[in-house]
């Protein structure tokens, strides 16, 4: 099996256009990652995942190895058959999920144990348990074992939670081995702080990964504070490596990001909002459940070729979300996750066209209109 490698196309200001070449096939870059939390995009087969154009799903070692656990995972042949999805699949660590979900943890120098959110049975998570939970799945893409604060924290909690993320990152590329076909990113700390980022950049650079990861941003920061942060930290990554910014985000906060260096984002923001009726379009942000469409023909964006909008009116889309029907949240995920998926598209050819800065401004332009006016 050959390496995964990453291919550097074009650039245009910060943003780039690439591709990350792996045995599953391609992705290309900038690519946003749609997240199977429980080996599901929740109301989506893995078909029509596909077909809204995403290369790569986002898997969470801290809900497989909970439930259904990555043993039994392994033991039926590998999450990516398990859950019918042929692509890539990148699992993060387990760290942020134990940080924002489980009961009772403890934090040590080995690592987190904690208590299930489901059961409230006992866990320990440590970097080598990661990375084997990890290659139980099958992941194609592995991430570092971290931890972090949630903002605002002080500069000392930053600067040792960032030390010890880094101890933790030479333990993780040690446990995860030589595994030609697999990945392993890193994943840089430090807050918000330049000189913490840069001391974590260079930690992960002297270990040497396939890919860096911005870490510990979208934890309550602010898109300001968050992008003054991303003006500075993907620079201080590897040029010739994949940068992925963690959980992120709103349409706006994935341009911006592409913008500032970034090439791969994951988030669950499309998939959940179109549970709850919340629609992204390229005029802005829409909520199904309003009256004003109860009796409107026409499409949620009438340029988009979804199922959604190619077969279904606001007043279907209106009534099925007030009925609860399950089709519902099926064309609402639809729906986002091909709009998130056309935002993509629409960057990678910009910047291939060295157009990005007209492309920003009319995405800008866009969805400073605001929805269509009700009929
Ligand atoms: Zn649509």
């Known amino acids: 099996m050959t390496r ?5 196309q074009a650039q245009d200001g910060k943003a780039r256009r690439g591709v990350i070449r792996t045995t599953r096939g391609d992705i290309q ?6 997240v199977g939390t429980a080996a599901t995009v929740k109301a989506m087969m893995p078909e029509s995942v596909a ?3 995403a290369d790569i799903l986002l898997g969470n070692t801290y809900h497989l190895m909970l439930r259904p656990t990555a043993e039994r995972v392994a033991a039926l042949g590998g999450l990516h058959k398990f859950m019918n999805w042929s692509g890539p699949i990148l699992t993060d660590s387990g760290g942020f999920q134990v940080m924002s979900l489980a009961g009772l943890r403890k934090l040590t120098e080995k690592g987190v144990t904690f208590k299930s959110h489901i059961d409230g049975s006992k866990h320990e998570i440590t970097p080598e348990r990661s990375m084997e939970i990890q290659a139980l799945l099958g992941s194609d893409i592995v991430m570092c074992f971290d931890e972090c604060p949630a903002l605002p924290a002080d500069r000392d909690r930053i600067a ?6 880094m101890r933790w990152a030479q333990r993780s590329k040690d446990a995860f081995g030589d595994r030609p076909g697999h990945a392993l990113f890193g994943i840089q700390q430090g807050g918000l702080e330049e000189d913490l980022r840069a001391q974590s950049a260079q930690a992960l650079r002297e270990i040497e990964f396939d890919g860096y990861a911005v870490g510990g941003l979208a934890v309550g920061e602010g898109q300001e504070a968050m992008f003054g942060c991303l003006d500075f930290a993907p620079d201080q990554l590897p040029e010739n490596k994949p940068r992925y910014l963690m959980g992120v985000g709103k349409p706006d906060d994935i341009v911006g990001a592409v913008a500032r260096g970034i090439d791969m984002m994951d988030c669950v923001l499309p998939s959940r909002s179109g549970r709850t009726g919340q629609v992204f379009t390229r005029h802005g942000v829409l ?13 949620l964006d009438e340029n988009c070729s979804c199922p959604a909008c190619r077969n279904y009116s606001r007043a279907y889309l209106h009534h099925v979300f007030r009925s609860q029907e399950i089709i519902s949240s099926m064309l609402l995920t639809w729906h986002n996750l091909h709009y998130y998926q056309d935002i993509m598209s629409g960057m990678r050819e910009a910047i291939a066209s060295g157009t990005f800065a007209a492309w920003q401004s009319d995405f800008h332009s866009g969805r400073a209109q605001g929805d269509i006016d009700p009929l």
């Open 29 to 34: 870059t900038p690519a946003f990652m749609p």
């Open 4 to 8: 995964i490698t990453f291919e550097k």
């Open 160 to 165: 040792s939670s960032m030390e010890l993320s």
């Open 51 to 53: 077909a809204t154009g």
């Open 287 to 299: 909520n199904i459940k309003n009256a004003r469409h109860q009796d409107d023909p026409r499409p």
